[in-house]
């Protein structure tokens, strides 16, 4: 039988973890990601320079080992390509060097590029973790993985992508 595993999103309000979410949408609100809510909190296009979203924290969770004894090499891309026409997704994920951040609540849309998203989001499947963890037990977190939305003043209205996250399973 397989392990069990979910993505959990953390935010700043109350710095709260909500497990088992269904999308991940890059916002100019720190939501999370339980319902579409791009008309809410859209990303402005700036007149010069960039606008970013809140970053987003998302970790696995392993919710029940099932036969497996580990869950390892977690890694996360676009599985569908870069999203273009004016917009960027960072991630402080980089393959060879798996990300595990302490919180920060300080970063927001108004503010300048938060600084451990200096990565472009894989755009194919690494291969190699980008996410650190080995995951033992349950219930268990891997790393996490900041990401933003970078928009410029050339940006199209909306983009829709696919992330993919992927690990590998011992029995």
């Not at 890059?26 to 008309?39: E, F, I, N, P």
């Not at 859209?42 to 029940?64: D, M, Q």
């Not at 939305?149 to 992508?161: E, I, L, M, P, Q």
Request: hydrophobic share 30%.
């Amino acid at each position: 039988m397989a392990a069990t595993v979910v993505l959990s999103e953390s935010n700043t309000s109350a710095q709260t973890v909500t497990d088992s979410i269904t999308r991940g949408d890059w916002l100019s609100a720190d939501s999370v990601g339980t319902s579409d809510k791009r008309t809410t909190y859209p990303i402005a296009k700036p007149p010069s320079g960039y606008t970013y979203a809140f970053e987003k924290w998302h970790r696995c969770k392993v919710t029940a080992m099932g036969g497996s004894t580990q869950i390892d090499t977690i890694r996360h891309y676009i599985s569908d390509g870069a999203p273009g026409g004016g917009w960027t997704i960072q991630t402080s994920a980089s393959t060879g060097t798996p990300s595990n951040k302490t919180y920060d609540t300080t970063n927001g849309p108004e503010n300048p590029a938060f600084t451990e998203c200096s990565n472009a989001m894989p755009t194919s499947d690494p291969a190699a973790a980008n996410i650190s963890g080995t995951l033992t037990s349950a219930p268990s977190y891997s790393g996490y993985v900041v990401t933003q939305a970078r928009v410029d003043n050339t940006a199209t209205a909306g983009f829709s992508k696919t992330v993919t996250w992927k690990y590998a399973e011992v029995a």
